[in-house]
């Protein structure tokens, strides 16, 4: 049965706390519909943050939250028979947003990056099909393309960007990160369970998902604190490395279209504009007002030198486009540290 997101839905939502998982949930809650989300509130990063996420979703009537991680199955359990946000009613959806990211971080501890992606989903898929639930939504990442080529012309001029955009129907089956490799995994459950059961599955490849609030282990915002507190701004490689960034209220709202039947679609959800990270800093000292001190370092074994993607198949089949250009995403981002710079600047990286 295909999903009306026009009338209200009791929707399951994983990683509720994380930079994308809050931005879905009061996007939902926006809507008029009901969320119940879990999180675990782990210490990949800096929990803080996490909370402060938490409490501006928390505020939301027709939301519920359950704290426990979607690797306790038992745990899992209890929450598809009772779903909470005032209803009694079983799930429409389930969004699994909750994940162990970072490429280098999946070096330091794989078998929890394997745990969380593929164990977890799996418990989650398994719900489903016992529960009946027809609609799932999945979090990938474009990590599963792997290290594409990379030393062909770009729109801007640039020699280090991939040799094509990274469409959908691309080989994906050489990850060069144990996070890429469990991201992979997870689609393939997934692909799995609708071929087994029917299950309706949407999972979006996400392209280097930024904005207020988010990571502090990732490059924009660690680059803002640097630039705004006098510090050195660690580089690795020569940063001509390129990635396609996109803004988090785009992918929020690609989600919430994804939510519409699909039979079995990997989606991108990119910024369609590979962008250095050199040409970053330079836009930040703009905003920021000040000179970035840059140290460059060894280029990590585990990154590749450029992502881009094609957005195209988001355009034909969820009438998706990103909106937020990159310059007023970064204008946006820096806004955010600073008006909160009191705290922001005591998280640590």
């Known amino acids: 049965m295909a999903i009306n997101t026009l009338d209200p839905l009791n929707i399951l939502l994983t990683g509720c706390a994380g930079f994308i998982g809050s931005r879905v949930g009061q996007l939902l809650l926006a809507e008029g519909h009901r969320v119940v989300g879990i999180d675990n509130l782990n210490d990949a990063y800096d929990a803080r943050l996490k909370e402060w996420r938490l409490s501006q979703t928390q505020e939301w009537p027709s939301f519920s939250f359950k704290q426990l991680d979607i690797t306790d199955s038992q745990s899992l359990q209890e929450v598809f028979k009772t779903p909470g946000a005032g209803t009694s009613r079983p799930f429409d959806a389930v969004i699994n947003l909750a994940a162990r990211a970072g490429v280098r971080q999946s070096m330091d501890d794989p078998k929890g990056f394997y745990e969380t992606n593929v164990l977890g989903t799996l418990n989650l898929l398994e719900l489903c099909r016992t529960a009946g639930i027809q609609k799932f939504v ?101 940063g001509n490395q390129q990635r396609d960034f996109t803004y988090v209220e785009d992918v929020a709202r690609g989600i919430y279209a994804g939510l519409k039947s699909a039979g079995f679609e990997t989606i991108n959800l990119g910024g369609d504009r590979p962008v250095p990270l050199l040409q970053v800093i330079t836009l930040l000292e703009g905003i920021l007002g000040r000179r970035a001190h840059i140290e460059h370092q060894p280029f990590h074994p585990a990154d590749v030198r450029a992502t881009w993607a094609d957005v195209s198949k988001a355009k034909d089949l969820l009438g998706w486009n990103p909106e937020t250009t990159f310059e007023d995403g970064l204008k946006a981002t820096a806004n955010w540290y600073l008006e909160n710079r009191a705290f922001a600047q005591t998280l640590d990286l």
């Open 138 to 238: 999945l979090a990938s990442s474009s990590s599963v393309y792997g290290d594409p080529d990379s030393q062909v012309e770009s729109p801007t001029g640039s020699k280090d960007v991939t040799t094509r955009k990274l469409a959908e129907d691309l080989p994906t089956d050489r990850p060069v990160s144990p996070y890429a490799a469990s991201k992979k995994a997870a689609e393939e459950l997934c692909y799995s369970y609708h071929h087994l059961y029917g299950l309706d599955v949407t999972a979006f490849r996400f392209f280097t998902v930024f904005g207020p609030a988010g990571r502090p282990d990732m490059s924009i915002f660690r680059f803002i604190k640097w630039i705004a507190e006098g510090e050195p701004v660690l580089v690795n490689g020569d």
